[in-house]
Each structure stands twice: as structure tokens, then as C-alpha cells.
């Protein structure tokens, strides 16, 4: 096990990097200094060569991105371009939102997965199983986005029972804080939800006909202990796969909801970056987001293989 | 005797069209997928030529009507005919996400039969880019592309595009390794046929119908994600009409007009629906193992 783990953490270091110079290549791949773009046409030459130098942007690019990644590592994420106010700590800010609005979001998919997949398996030949199913199939296709406006205006325009948006912060109150979360972690759970059901209704259904089932029914077991003694970690192994693309689909589909919720996170934060061209933010924020991504893909591998360790170690 | 064996012939291998029908009605998730797209692409084609006002002309007495007789769907803030801006806004959804899954298509296709014919060093090189483009989901590829380059339609079909490159590339070279597996490649080979020639006569016919049902498939996450960047204000700039930009719109009005944002939230759901649906069902269709079994 440990040396499985040790080879896609390597595997996982070497994708970062690679990825950290794709993105580094392609934010500086145009011409032109950020140091003209933050002091705006009407700067004299002079003022824009002393900035550059300041931001140290006249060293090569190889020295540029080595210093950059130097801190990344240590975590010294240096100066906004545009604010001039240091990085880490508003990034941080932003994580204390989205962090919880993701793990949030995934609680309510798997609430809502679990239950939905098992029933609509279970009743695969009566109709609420159907219906369950074409629910799900409904649910796939409407984007977190649209049914996050739809909420706002269902639950918050009409019925006035939560905020339609904004974000009470964590040292305000907890109970305000989790209140703004309530919409958004829905709108972003029920779709990947919906997506994660059709899995579990197919691994479940794959379970039912497994022969040790049948002797587990043979024995005199009812089909729900059976399913919950021998079923559910055979079942788990295909939706753990799924759910780490889930996982990923809720980290990027935070940026979205965070925009339709206006909350102050971490899509947020990179959209704003994006507007003011603070490169440097964008440059941060997207290996942060990377970052994310290919680690919940290396835990999800780690996570199956705990589950079934039939699943060979060293692949 | 003759007529005999020729009835049973007939009713063993039924014409195409009836084959069609039968199998439509066998998989109704196809059929209903191929009626929605297809009237979402007569109604980007016709919008083209007609819409009922134009989608940008400006009413400045009629702002934010509802439903009525002059303007079916109603009128956004600037008195502009909400179904007018509907049916146009089909365009640049369809072309961008079309962009997209060609852009994707036409990389990584080829990439994935180098791969799978190929093997080695450079099948594993093909393999981990793709594995590294795949750590950027297609928004964020979206939003550093326009970061740099600014937002627009080309910037939002080329980002979403390279996005997708790995999904086509893992698809054609598992779908390859699979033909290239088989023993009439094998007797292609001892026959003296080149790489190429077995590509193009044996393995492209063979994995055609896996890429139909992929770009069908890409085609609703594509869809996608083309919304969410002109809701984010990132892909087709105002003021075009696009489904994102006129829900982000519509957002402003939703104690006023909640309907206004009703329309272009339903006209990407069901664009996503039915995209989906018909790759689903045309993959149950092409190929029966593929279907998870029930």
C-alpha cells in the first residue's frame, strides 16, 4: 500500500509541475508589461519601468516562474499586482467559503445519490423506480447555475425563508454563515446528486444479481440485510470512481455558484482577478483550483483500493 | 417454396426505416433526445434569417413585460423581445459548443489512434498530456484563456475545446486497442497493409460509432459549460443574446420579472437534456454492450 502511495504521489508532484509551467507559459505568453496595465495609459514611461523592476518583471522568465514557484511552496504567495495587498491571507479568506460550500455540496449529492440509487434499483420493475430514474436523468441535465436562480427565486423571492444572496461571515455568526450556505450547497449537490444516483442504481442492480447474494438469500437473509451485509462494499467500488469526478465537477462548480450567489470565495476571487487582469492572482488561484483537482483524484484512488483490496496495488 | 423462404427472410431482416422505428421505440430516451435537439437546431437555423423583432431592437415604452400577445415570452429591461433573444441565442450555444467538440475532435482523435498504434514511448507521452490537460476542468482552462486573451466566443470555444481533447483521446485509443487486438488486423498485417492503411480501412469504421455517442455526449458538457462562461460574463460578449447572458441578466429583475429568467435557464436545460439523452440512447443503440445491464 504505502508504495502505491508513495508512486502517484510522485505521479502527482510531476502532474503539478507540469502544470505549473502550462500555466505559468500561458498567462505570460503575451506581450506587454502587467506593469502598464496596472498604472493605466496615462503613466510616464518612467514610473512603468520602476514598478516593473519593483514586481520584478525585467528578470528572465525562468527566473520569474522559479520565483514563483519557490512561493507557492513555502507558501509565501507575495503581493497582489493590482491591490498591492498580500495574497495569502485574502486567498485563505475566500477557502473559508468555498471549502465548506464544496464539503457541504457533497453531503447533499451523497444524501441525495444514495437513497434515490438504492430505491430505484431495488424497484427497478415498479414505476416510483422509473420515476426515480427519470428524475435523476431531469436532474443531470439542469446546470447547477440555472437551478441555483431557480431556488432564489422559489425559496428566497417567494418564500422569503433564506437570503437570495451574500455570505455572513463565520466570525459573525455560525448559524448565519451555514444559513447563506444552505441555498448554494443545494443548487451545487442535487445536480452531481443526480449524476451520482444513475451510478449507484447500476452498481447496486449489478449487486442484486451477484451470485453470493442469492446465497446470502438462500440462507433465509431478506434482500435489504443481505444488501447492507454484503452488498454495499461491492457496490462502492465503481461510485467512489465516480465520485472523485464528482468532487472535481463541485470544485469547479463552485466558481459558478459562488458568482450566482455572490459569495465571497474562491471563484469569486478568481473572476474579480480575471476582470482586473491580476495575473498574478489568476496565476495562484488556478494552480490552487489544479492543485485541488489532482489531489482529490489521488485520495479517491487510495480510497477504492482501502475498499476493495482485490483491486491490484501496483497499477 | 420460393415465396416462403423469401416472407421469412423479409421478416427476419426488416427494412431500415422499420428497424429504425423499432429500435426507437425500444429506447424512447434516444428519440425524445434527437426531438429536442433537433428542434433547438432548426430553431438556431431559422433564427439566423427570422426572429419575430430583432434580437437587439430596443422598445424603450414596453420594458419588462410579461408573457403577451405582442411579445410571446415577454420583454427584458430595455423593452428587447425576450423569445427574439431566445431563438438567437441558439447560435452562438450551438456553434461554440460545436467549435468545441470539432477543436476537440480533430486533436484528439488522431492523438488517440497514434497512441493506440503506436505504443511505447510516444502512446505513454500522448497519454500523460493528456492526463495533464484533464487536471484543468474546461471552466477554468476557460477562464486563464480569457484572462489572457480577453473574453469572446473564440476564446471560450478554443479553451472549452483543448479542455476536452483527453475525453475524445482516451475514447478513440482504448476503442483502437481494442480492433487493433483482433485477428483480421492481424491477417491485415501478415497480408503486408501499412500502419495507415489498417487505421483507415479496419480500425476507423470500427471505432466510428464510440466517437458518434462521445461527441454526442461531449456536445451536453460542452453546452455546458458554453452557458456558464456567458453567465459568468466570460464567452460571447453583450450585447449578442446568449442563454448565460441573458439569465445572469435576468438575475437583476428576478422580484420584478421572475419568468424572464425562467426561459433561458429552461432553453439550456433542455439543450443539455437532449444532447445527453441522444448520446445515451445512440450509445444503446450502436452498441449493446456498452448498455449497463438492467
Known sequence: ?315 | MTTLTAGRASAEVPGRAHRLWRLARRNPSALLGGLVVLVIVVVAVVAVFWTPYGPLAVFPGQALLGPGPHHLLGTDQYGRDLLSRLMSGADPTLLSSAGAVLIAGGIGIPAGLLSASRGGMVSELIMRLADLIYSFPALLAAITLVAVFGASTITATVAIGIASIPAFARVTRSASLTVLGTDYVLAARAYGRSPLAILRRHVVPNILPFIIVQSSLLLSVTVLAVAALSYLGLGTPPPAATWGGMLENAQNYLYQDPLMAVWPGLAIALCVLGFNALGDGLRDLLDPTLRPRE
Open chain 1, 1 to 315: 500500500m504505502s508504495r502505491f502511495v508513495l508512486r502517484r504521489l510522485v505521479t502527482v508532484v510531476l502532474t503539478l509541475w507540469a502544470a505549473s509551467i502550462l500555466v505559468f507559459a500561458v498567462l505570460n505568453i503575451l506581450p506587454g508589461t502587467p506593469a502598464q496595465v496596472i498604472l493605466g495609459t496615462q503613466a510616464t514611461p518612467a514610473s512603468v519601468r520602476a514598478l516593473t523592476i519593483k514586481l520584478g518583471l525585467n528578470q528572465p522568465l525562468v527566473w520569474q516562474y522559479l520565483h514563483w514557484i519557490q512561493g507557492l511552496v513555502t507558501l509565501h504567495l507575495g503581493n497582489s499586482y493590482i491591490s498591492g495587498q498580500p495574497i495569502a491571507p485574502e486567498l485563505g479568506a475566500a477557502l473559508e467559503v468555498t471549502a465548506p460550500l464544496v464539503l457541504l455540496g457533497l453531503l447533499v449529492g451523497l444524501l441525495i445519490a444514495v437513497p434515490a440509487g438504492i430505491l430505484s434499483a431495488l424497484r427497478h420493475q415498479r414505476t416510483s423506480g422509473a420515476v426515480l430514474a427519470a428524475a435523476t436523468q431531469v436532474g443531470i441535465a439542469i446546470p447547477n447555475f440555472v437551478l441555483g436562480i431557480l431556488l432564489i427565486i422559489v425559496v428566497a423571492v417567494d418564500l422569503r425563508w433564506l437570503p437570495a444572496s451574500g455570505f455572513t461571515p463565520w466570525s459573525t455568526s455560525v448559524g448565519g454563515a451555514l444559513q447563506s450556505l444552505i441555498l448554494p450547497s443545494v443548487s451545487l449537490g442535487l445536480v452531481e446528486g443526480a449524476i451520482l444516483a444513475r451510478f449507484v442504481r447500476t452498481a447496486v442492480l449489478g449487486v442484486l444479481r451477484a451470485d453470493f447474494l442469492r446465497t446470502a438469500r438462500a440462507k433465509g437473509m431478506r434482500t435489504g440485510q443481505a444488501l447492507i451485509r454484503h452488498g454495499i462494499r461491492n457496490a462502492a467500488v465503481p461510485v467512489v470512481t465516480v465520485l472523485g469526478l464528482e468532487l472535481s465537477g463541485l470544485i469547479i462548480g463552485a466558481v459558478v455558484i459562488e458568482a450566482v450567489f455572490t459569495l465571497p470565495g474562491v471563484g469569486s476571487l478568481l473572476l474579480s482577478s480575471v476582470a482586473n487582469r491580476d495575473l498574478i492572482l489568476v496565476q495562484d488561484i488556478v494552480m490552487l483550483v489544479a492543485t485541488a483537482v489532482v489531489v482529490t483524484n489521488l485520495l479517491v484512488d487510495i480510497l477504492y483500493r482501502v475498499i476493495d483490496p482485490r483491486i491490484g496495488l501496483r497499477s
